[in-house]
């Protein structure tokens, strides 16, 4: 690896990842189809190269995922042969929870945080992998990369354990789970930088291609199928644009950019004057709210 | 470009969080949805009238922008031309320590923040030697709130020279003094020749960019410790690890320690493509020459500097939980990847924070430092901290809760475990035992105090002395009089009362007796301690279960009244805490039933355990 920070972070993830297989009574690696994903996936693979990430990859469906993100996970586990599990909250889905008649809090409440916690316990995982990074937001910048859950999967901000060194306690009573988060200390730049140096597939979304897209709220939100209703008199256009941070749609944003390589979006996003977060809706639900989130169990 | 991992520490309120906003805004780092955040959020929570809060940029939990104060450690990130940075804002508050040394663990620099107006507290002083007992050596002071002492740079000289004196006794290699003004971003990126124009040394930032960073770790010699063992597919076994110390390549010879076994590097796996080498800091996976077994703790060292294990070392100690350290009580270690059993065998000192002084000590509390021995139940290998971090560092493990309640640093290894070899003795255990037509047992009487443990020891032994076996009691009265009269019943001394009583009875089982215990023995731990003395089947926990209200009512001593009137402290059940067993071998449930019939059941036990046949070797 020709850059020795890359590869700093990466030896500091691989040794995270292990100390999970090392100590976990059952792990499961959380998957979003995201980048920081696909950077975590390839970390679990070197980790235990030349053998196969021993614990299943786990997404948690909503069922507002662009359809793109989901052909692209599907081909991903079948390439590098690994367990995926896919979990969606019946519940949920059976009474119809969308982001778009719901509201952004509430579903993300029920398809997402819920659906997490239900998936944790459903399978009896005591681990779960994340790919969260501190530079992402507030509340995460606080959180330990080995991150104890009470029982019901609550976070007490207040009440960390103390990490010190690379010596995580990993540690737990019966009903107690640990999240664990390799990427802590990799910022968005570094996330690029990797998937650049290492060639790791990334879903196209992430790629600027003309799209048809609508503006609301000051921010260009796509048509990704009929699901997502028009307002009167509202046209979708073709525009150029690519996601910085893919969540559901319509709760990511599209900006607009003409990077069609690694290298263009390496050099916009080290110029960039937004944070990446600033496509994401659920933030903006309130001060605190994904400190609240997390409370809850969300990731 | 390098990277400088650095954390921002000092008292509460000298303005760690605005330094640290302050310097992501100067060097314009903060995204426009990000300031435009903080230009809502201060003016909701803002303590500074109109202008922009820094402190919020980082206060990122609720009940610190509500407060305005920093609870846990924040990790910033951002970089300049020169360099790359990762910054841990740490709080201030006292009670807060242990997210501080967090924060401070994994740092190569430290920035140490002093309010101008108040100067040198005990709190810098907490937070200075925690930098330094952990390794830091570069520290810049900078002295924060300039322009509330209009600048003034006697104010500064007179701290500056405090604090230089005060860090004489600590291992800091540089100490940079630097004026700021976080409000005021004066001399935090630009030096500022109109506040303070007396000021000629480097600002902030400058500091920052320039601060050596000891990289050591490359002309060590070659030490990896082994985190998991690789054997994923059948034809395949790896030792995958993080390597602590310097640089290896295939066809070196290497040692395994604790085992001392010799091999050699047959390949270093990464990822597709073998790595002909590797070097500290890399995250690897070893396959060596011929089928060597290693495990999870073992280390990998160069054949030619192996690496030393022992069981028993003087180390530096902080204490991070509101209950306190209890010499003899049985922890868990962490020390590189091995678990181990660990106890705190004596506090050598404590240390004055303010003073350095060095106090006498019975029990640790929260956010104390002292130097103390410990012992491992099992060798570990190691090296002192100041030699190589990864090898010397420990933390301790609460066997119950689970919390992570101490850090360690190893001074060195005491020689006792390699000079002192156990007799070996030609008459056995079994043998002892057998002449007495009996197996050796010790069985463990636990219970609150009335709860009924003597009586039935008592009318125990009796049966069992009738039948011809060889016995002894051990109990509060015989033991607290002669062997145990200098404790009293502090929660540490009944840590240490209970170590005693169960070393005693090891001896005694040893010499083939039957031995019965019957003290409170409150804490599980404790219990666990004694049981891990014995063979599994040679110890008996009898738990003696009579309800606290029953116990008070028969008050046989007086004593329940005594300790309701407050003359009596730390009474098991009334203001010191009884743990019942979770799954004791026996257990009596004694309201209604006589002792005899309690005895019959322990009788009807043993029986069935064979102890009273004779020994089986």
């Known amino acids: 690896m020709s850059d020795p920070y890359s590869l700093e972070l990466e030896s500091e993830s691989i040794e995270i990842i292990r100390e999970v297989a090392a100590t976990a009574a059952k792990p499961v690696m959380l998957y979003s189809i995201g980048k920081d994903s696909s950077v975590m996936l390839r970390l679990a693979q070197k980790a235990f190269f ?40 019946a519940r949920g889905a059976a009474e119809g929870i969308n982001p778009i008649t719901h509201g952004s809090a509430y579903y993300t409440d029920v398809m997402k945080t819920e659906a997490l916690r239900q998936a944790l316990d459903f399978y009896g995982f005591d681990v779960a992998l994340g790919g969260a990074r501190r530079d992402e937001e507030k509340s995460r910048a606080k959180e330990r990369i080995f991150s104890f859950r009470a029982p019901g999967h609550r976070w007490e901000p207040k009440a960390q ?63 990704d199928d009929d699901r997502l209703p028009l307002e009167p008199g509202e046209k979708p256009q073709m525009l150029m644009v690519r996601f910085r941070t893919l969540g559901c749609y319509p709760l990511s944003a599209a900006v607009e950019s003409t990077a069609t390589t690694l290298d263009e979006i390496v050099s916009e996003t080290l110029g960039a004057t937004t944070s990446e977060r600033q496509g994401r809706i659920i933030d903006h639900d309130g001060a605190g709210s994904m400190e609240r989130k997390k409370q809850e169990g969300y990731f | 470009m390098d990277t400088l991992r650095f954390l921002t520490c000092g008292s509460v309120d000298d303005g760690k969080s605005t330094l640290l906003g302050r310097l992501l805004y100067d060097t314009k780092l903060i995204f426009e949805d990000q300031l435009e955040a903080l230009r809502v959020d201060s003016k909701k929570f803002s303590t500074q009238g109109h202008r922009l809060d820094f402190a919020l940029l980082v206060d990122g939990l609720q009940a610190e922008r509500e407060q305005g104060i920093t609870i846990d450690v924040a990790y910033r990130f951002f970089r300049t031309p020169k360099r ?26 430290a920035v140490l923040l002093i309010d101008a107006r108040k100067g040198v507290l005990t709190q810098t002083k907490r937070h200075s030697r925690i930098v330094s007992m952990l390794g830091i050596h570069h520290v810049a002071l900078a002295v924060n709130k300039m322009d509330l002492v209009a600048g003034s740079q006697l104010v500064f000289d007179e701290i500056d020279v ?30 500022d020749s109109v506040a303070m124009p007396w000021y000629h040394g480097p600002t902030l930032l400058q500091w920052l960019e320039s601060v050596r960073t000891d990289a050591s770790g490359l002309v060590l010699p070659f030490v990896m410790p082994v985190q998991w063992v690789n054997r994923l597919s059948s034809d395949f076994r790896g030792f995958s690890g993080r390597i602590a110390s310097g640089s290896v390549k295939p066809g070196d010879n290497v040692r395994i320690s604790p085992s001392g076994v010799a091999s050699a590097i047959k390949e270093i796996v990464v990822w597709k493509a073998p790595k002909p080498e590797a070097t500290a800091g890399e995250s690897v996976t070893l396959v060596l020459e011929n089928d060597v077994d290693a495990s999870r703790g073992d280390v990998i060292a160069a054949a030619s500097c192996p690496v030393q294990s022992a069981d028993q070392f003087e180390v530096d100690l902080l204490w991070m939980s509101e209950h306190p350290l209890l010499p003899g009580r049985a922890y ?44 491992f139940d099992r060798l570990v290998p190691f090296a002192p901290y100041r030699d190589n971090g990864r090898l010397g560092a420990f933390i301790i493990i609460d066997k ?3 919390q992570t309640v101490g850090a360690g640093l190893i001074h060195f290894a005491l020689r006792r475990a390699v000079n002192l070899h156990w007799q070996a003795l030609t008459v056995t255990k079994g043998g002892r035992a057998e002449i007495k037509h009996q197996q050796a047992r010790c069985l463990w009487f636990t219970g609150l105090s009335g709860s009924g443990k003597s009586t039935i020891a008592n009318l125990l032994e009796k049966r069992l002395h009738a039948e011809g ?7 509060g009265d015989n033991v607290r009089h002669g062997l145990n009269r200098d404790l009293g019943f502090t929660e540490a001394d009944r840590v240490e009362n209970i170590r005693r009583v169960g070393e005693v009875a090891k001896l005694m089982v040893d010499a083939g007796l039957i031995v019965i215990v019957a003290f409170i023995s409150p804490f599980r731990a404790e219990r666990q301690l004694a049981r891990s003395l014995f063979d599994v089947e040679e110890f ?19 004593l329940y009244a005594k300790a309701r009137r407050g003359e009596l402290k730390n009474f098991t059940g009334i203001d010191s805490d009884y743990e019942p067993p979770q799954s004791p071998e026996i257990h009596l449930r004694t309201l209604g039933v006589s002792p005899e019939s309690c005895v019959d059941r322990i009788i009807r036990s043993l029986k069935l355990d064979s102890v009273f046949v004779g020994a089986r070797n």
């Open chain 2, 332 to 375: 868990v270690a962490l020390i590189h990847a091995k678990a181990a059993g660990v106890t705190v065998t004596d506090i050598k000192y404590r240390l004055d924070i303010n003073t350095g002084a060095h106090l006498a000590a019975t029990t640790l509390g929260l956010n104390e430092i002292a130097r103390v021995n410990v012992s």
């Open chain 2, 540 to 558: 008996t926990e009898i738990f003696v279960d009579t309800p606290l209200e029953e116990c008070e009512r028969r008050d046989v001593k007086g």
């Open chain 2, 84 to 109: 790359r940075f990762i910054v841990a804002d740490s709080p201030g508050h006292e009670q807060y320590t242990r997210n501080m040394a967090t924060a401070a663990s994994t740092a190569q620099a």
């Open chain 2, 469 to 475: 076996k060889h016995t002894y009691i051990l109990d």
């Open chain 1, 50 to 89: 030349p053998g196969r990430i021993p614990f299943p990859l786990m997404h948690i469906d909503t069922g507002w995922k662009f359809s793109e993100m989901i052909a692209f996970r599907d081909r991903t586990a079948k390439e590098i042969g690994v367990a995926l599990i896919t979990y969606t909250n």
């Open chain 1, 161 to 223: 354990r103390p990490e010190l060194w690379n010596l995580y306690n990993t540690r737990i009573n019966p009903g107690e789970t640990i999240r664990v988060f390799p990427l802590s200390n990799w910022t968005e730049a570094d996330i690029w930088g990797y998937i650049r140096e290492g060639n790791i597939p990334i879903v196209p979304l992430y790629f600027a291609a003309r799209r048809p897209v609508v503006k609301r709220f000051e921010q260009w939100i796509m048509v």
């Open chain 2, 162 to 191: 405090a604090y230089r004196r005060f860090a004489e006794e600590l291992d800091f290699k540089t100490i940079t003094t630097i004026p700021v003004s976080a409000l005021e971003g004066h001399n935090i990126v630009e030096q």
């Open chain 2, 400 to 402: 119950l809760t689970n």
